[in-house]
């Protein structure tokens, strides 16, 4: 068994939830914030068994879109030098669809 862990954006989220489980993936939803725009998103885990896999990978990219977003970051976090650490400036970023990591479950127990 893997576990999947899927990093959506919200927009993304309900519609992805119900096709995992209209196809019997377990799910679970976790509201989160992603680090670089300090914005909302959807982390989602998924205990797959091996040979359902690539399945839940290609419905998670069939249903999650990339976006551009406008962004107001400061140079620091961005990782320019400034003399002011107060300035900030807009960029345009594009999200998603989706990010995955997949990890391999030692033991999946219900007690
Ligand atoms: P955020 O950290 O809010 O990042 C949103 C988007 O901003 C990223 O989209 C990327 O396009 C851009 N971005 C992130 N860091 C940047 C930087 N230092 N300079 C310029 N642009 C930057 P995605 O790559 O699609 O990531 C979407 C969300 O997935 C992230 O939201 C974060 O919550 C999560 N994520 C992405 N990579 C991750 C990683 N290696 N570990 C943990 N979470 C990750």
């Known amino acids: 068994?893997?576990?999947?862990?899927?990093?959506?954006?919200?927009?993304?989220?309900?519609?992805?939830?119900s096709v995992?489980?209209?196809?019997?993936?377990?799910v679970t939803k976790l509201a989160t914030t992603g680090g670089f725009l300090k914005a909302g998103n959807t982390t989602l885990l998924l205990g797959v068994d091996d040979n359902r896999i690539d399945e839940a990978v290609n419905i998670v990219e069939?249903?999650?879109k990339s976006r551009k977003q406008i962004s107001t970051v400061s140079p620091?976090?961005?990782?320019g030098i400034s003399q002011?650490?107060?300035s900030s400036y807009p960029i345009e970023v594009t999200v998603g669809g989706a990010?995955?990591?997949?990890?391999?479950?030692?033991?999946?127990?219900?007690v």
């Not at 990010?99 to 219900?110: E, N, R």
């Open 84 to 86: 002011n650490e107060y």
């Open 99 to 110: 990010t995955m990591f997949v990890l391999t479950v030692d033991q999946f127990l219900k």
């Open 62 to 64: 069939s249903v999650c």
């Open 1 to 17: 068994m893997k576990l999947i862990i899927a990093i959506v954006q919200d927009e993304d989220a309900s519609k992805l939830l």
């Open 76 to 79: 620091s976090v961005s990782g």
């Open 20 to 26: 995992l489980m209209q196809q019997g993936f377990g």
